[in-house]
């Protein structure tokens, strides 16, 4: 079996209600996926980059039962001419999804049986959601809050950042009445803050008893998260910024995170991610996958997921103590509701790992064309 085409394609789909975040204001989603397939007919699907054109050169005519040999060829391709940092870390990792995807199907085994076999069969999950939108607070943002846990959810994320420390404060606490203290609440300030702004609004947020500050300040700024870690008694957490082990290494080994976010469409893909969250685990750092993107990515991640060990190892481990929980996106998204034939719903706060072969998922020919700027 040989690889016979590498395919890219950039999907995009508007937002009837567009939202915001500290750096940012969107009207629209976009995602990246592609497609590779064998001379024997078998397609496999990947998520980060589409801009995969560079790459494919290298992949053609290889046999893509190879990954790791094929990952290092694509990743010393681009590492030499520092060109993986950006959208060459999302285009390998896209790639490197496709085809342990491929190998599933291939083998008839569902992808976390090829990374070793699943440790759970469901993983806990959290809902993404409460990013800014216009007029939102407090009825709107508030009845998103409720329709969470109505739903089910254990834990959900809002923004911080965006608005001034007082606003923000006022917001996140206006969550925290709604939902009570049962419901784990996280922040995510996106980058927005300096460590002494971090750690000002971090001890009022200490107050509503959230659980996770995520990216408080800019995500190189390694010693800046360590003065945050040192002065607050939240969780920090981030990572979904950094590629590959050597990003992640220093972060890990001087313990700058508490839960640390590896992104499997940019990271590197599943062959990196699961060399990550080793040296995480080896580490002591809990982690919780960072996922924005469609039914493939979420797919990835749930196998990935399925074969972490608890950290730290317990009789009775628990998510959010020892657990993996996973981000589950709930914002609107057509690509991610659309483009397969099967979508992820949560159950009691966890998603189901998918048992069929590669993934477990497919792609839907028509959506695809209908969301897609072929690249």
């Known amino acids: 079996m040989r690889i016979r085409t590498v395919e890219g394609f950039n ?17 629209e989603r976009n995602v990246g996926i592609v497609r590779i397939t064998t001379d024997e007919g078998l397609v496999g699907w990947g998520e980060g980059s589409a801009d995969v054109e560079h790459l494919a050169p290298l992949l053609i005519g290889a046999d893509p039962m190879d990954r790791n040999g094929l990952w290092e060829r694509c990743f010393h391709s681009m590492y030499n001419a520092n060109n993986f940092v950006g ?30 076999g699943r440790i759970r069969d469901r993983v806990a ?14 009825e709107r943002l508030l009845e998103e809050a409720r329709s969470y846990v ?14 001034s420390i007082e606003e923000d404060v006022r917001r996140v606490a206006a969550i925290r009445e709604t939902i009570g203290f049962e419901v784990q609440l996280m922040v995510d300030a ?8 971090a750690i000002r609004i971090g001890r009022q947020l200490a107050e509503l008893d959230v659980f996770w500050f995520e990216e408080p300040v ?44 590896p992104d499997v469409a940019h990271c590197g893909g599943l062959t990196e991610m699961s060399r990550i969250a080793a040296m995480a685990s080896a580490c002591g750092t809990l982690v919780c996958p ?26 009775n481990p628990v998510p959010y103590a020892q657990e993996p929980v996973m981000e589950f996106d709930r914002t609107p998204n057509a690509i991610r509701e659309e483009l397969c034939t099967t979508t992820f719903v949560a159950q009691d706060s966890y998603l189901d ?16 064309q209908h969301f897609c700027r072929r690249v």
């Open 353 to 368: 790992v998918p048992t069929g072969p590669g993934l477990g998922i497919e792609v839907d020919e028509e959506s695809l």
């Open 290 to 315: 960072h996922v924005w993107g469609t039914p493939i990515m979420i797919a990835a991640s749930l196998h990935l997921a399925a074969t972490l060990p608890s950290c730290p190892p317990a009789r």
């Open 125 to 138: 999950v959290y809902a993404t959601g409460l990013y800014y939108t216009e007029g939102e607070f407090p």
């Open 87 to 116: 959208f060459g870390g999302s285009a390998l990792s896209a790639i490197d999804i496709a085809l342990w995807d491929l190998a599933g199907k291939a083998t008839g085994l569902p992808v976390c049986d090829l990374l070793g």
């Open 218 to 261: 800019n995500p190189r700024d390694i010693d800046g998260l360590l003065q945050v870690k040192a002065a607050l008694p939240m969780a920090i957490a981030g990572g979904e910024n950094l590629r590959t082990r050597f990003d992640f290494r220093d972060y890990l080994t001087r313990r700058a995170f508490d839960v640390v976010q």
């Open 150 to 163: 109505d739903a089910g959810y254990t834990g959900m994320k809002t923004k911080v950042g965006g608005l």
């Open 11 to 27: 999907l995009s789909c508007p937002l009837a209600q567009p939202f915001g975040w500290s750096q940012g204001w969107v009207n």
């Open 190 to 197: 996106n980058l927005a803050y300096n460590a002494t702004t």
